[in-house]
Every structure is written in C-alpha cells, then in structure tokens.
C-alpha cells in the first residue's frame, strides 16, 4: 500500500488513514484528494507530507492518558490535508497576491480582484493563530518560571541550588548559611530523618560534614553558648507548650588522665569547678557534671548546655551560680524551666 494522494508513490514518515467513522470529515479528505471515482477503503490512507504544520497536535499536546510524551505525531482533531501535487507530480508553491487589476476605466476600485489559493490564504491564518497561542504560552510559562525561582531562591541557598543541578557531581563547599541551616535540621530530625530528605533529593551535606562543622563549636568546659544558639533555632520553630522544660544534672565517672584536645590545642583532664573543700582537691577530674535541658511535652527533644569537669566532691555554690546562667539563658532564647532533676548524691543534696 502506498499514499493515495497523486503523485505520491512511496509516501514520507507517519501515515494516516482515512477517518471513516466520521463520514462527513472522511468526505472533505476526498475532496481534497480530487481523484475522480475515488472510495476509500479501510487500508487508504495520507501521508504526513500532506498535511500542513498546523494539523498536528503540539509537543506538550501530544500525550497519552496517562500523561506521557507519545513518540509518534499525531493529528488534531478534525484536521485536513492541504498540500498535494500538481499533475506534473511537483508540489505547490505558496503564491502571493496579485496587484488589483483595473479592468477598464468604468470599472470601480472595489471591483478589483485578487487571485488567492483558498487553502494556502486559510493556512495563513491557521498559522497566524498557532503563533499568537506560542507566544502566549511562552509568556505564561516565563511567568512560571520567574515564580518558581523565587520560590527556590527563598527556600534554598545558591550552594543548594548548584547541587540541585544534575549536571554537578558535588559541592566543594557548603556556605556558612546552608550549614547551619542544615545542623538545625538534624537536631530536630535526627539522623534518620536526616538521610530520608537527602535520599529524598533534598540539597544537604551529609552528616560527616556537619560534624566537621561542629568539631569548631566552642565546648569548652563552663555554659556552652554556642548550644543555646542552636538551640534558639530549634525553639523558633515549637509551639508554646513545647517551650516547657527539664533541666537534669547528670554525674558521670571518666578516667583520670591528661590528654591533649587537638580543637583547643590545650590539655584537658584537671577538674574545671571548685571541690567543696581544699582538702578535697584533686589532682585529676575523676566526674563529669553534664547540665542537659529536655522536654515536658510530647514533642521530644534534648539538649546539652552546659559541662564541668569535677573531683570526688566539688563546691555546690560554684553549681548554683552555673545553675542560675542556665535557667536565665534559657529564659532569653523562650525556653522556660520548669523543674529540676538529679540524683540524690550527697554533693547534689548540697546543691
């Protein structure tokens, strides 16, 4: 089977056949055609050649049920063939319009004609048509376009938005911002949730970053300031009845011995608060005093504030005075301490 269309023997790309079921468009088909005595039958059908640009459906229009990108052109609906060859076999050229010819001098100016092919003065104005459509999608998707990338730029960075790109393999450095950022959200999702946005595609450094990142933060023994600004991140974001909370003392045993902290530079292992006597004095902190801020709602979270390095006993005035700065830091950043937790050891019994 070839093209029905005169002239056409071999036919060029997609075919189509003729729409039989609909009787009336299957009529204009053949008209169009003009071969005389012509029926199509259910094998008949046009090449795309025949068909102008305009009678095929547009990229973002050519989609299956489901949505998808078909591979194959398709027709819009009620489309029909206007370009056929000559008896010559040559395909017709577009002719332009002819000067008004004034046939004599009685003959007034609105009698003049214009010679113009039908189909190809319709197919101008098709065309016309798709392009004022184009342009008005252009200038609706560039409008998109532009509120889509502020509604990026406020939610990510311009590191993250590199990293957004597939064409990057990795960001060399994450800024200042993105880090923080990024550390405010493991500490209130943890590192499962963590991982589930990054596998998710979401822009973040991995967790091995921000704990470099964090090896910088001040923790030196005393009220960790740094933690209460992490942790004022964090509070911005709680309902009030979240704000409610615990602070708990906790009294660990370490290992007497002096080692060398590579991020202070400095030898660490003496105790940093007062024993509660100079007899008692040691030579080696022997406890760690962990100050720790919790949750009395069900919303949980926790978070260390403050540390002192002790011997067997230390001064519980020199705790109370750190207590205080706890409680009223606590108070600056919308925390509100509500209780007091410890064991009954007798140093905390002095407390």
Known sequence: MVCVAFGCHVGTGRTFYFPLKNPKLCAEWVRRVGRKDFVPGKNSYLCQKHFAPEMFLAPEQNVDSRGRPRKRIHLVEGAIPTIFCDKAGRMPKKRKAREPLCLSSSVKASQSVVDLDHDYAESDRRSTSV???QKSKIDRLTKENDRLSVLLNKTFNSDQLKALDPNTKKVHAWSEGTLKKSIAKLLMCGPTGYEHCRSEGEPLPCIRTLHSHLAK???????????????????ARMAEVDKYCCLMIDEMAIQSCIEYDQTTQSL????????????????????????????????????????????????????????????????????????????????????
């Not at 001040?218 to 964090?234: A, K």
């Not at 109370?320 to 600056?332: A, D, E, F, N, P």
């Not at 009954?344 to 019994?349: D, E, T």
């Open 131 to 133: 392009e004022v459509d």
């Open 268 to 351: 660490i292992g003496h105790p940093t608060m007062l024993a509660s006597s100079a007899a008692a004095s040691d030579s080696l902190a022997t406890h760690a005093l962990a100050f720790v801020l919790g949750s009395c709602s069900q919303r949980r979270w926790k978070m260390m504030v403050a540390y002192e390095f002790t011997g067997k006993s230390f001064c519980a005035q020199e705790a109370v005075r750190l207590l205080g700065k706890i409680v009223s830091r606590s108070s600056q950043i919308g925390v509100l301490v509500k209780s007091l937790s410890m064991d009954m050891g007798p140093c905390n019994q002095a407390i």
């Open 217 to 235: 933060i001040n923790f030196e023994p005393g009220l960790l300031e740094d933690m209460f600004v992490l942790l004022s991140q964090e509070v």
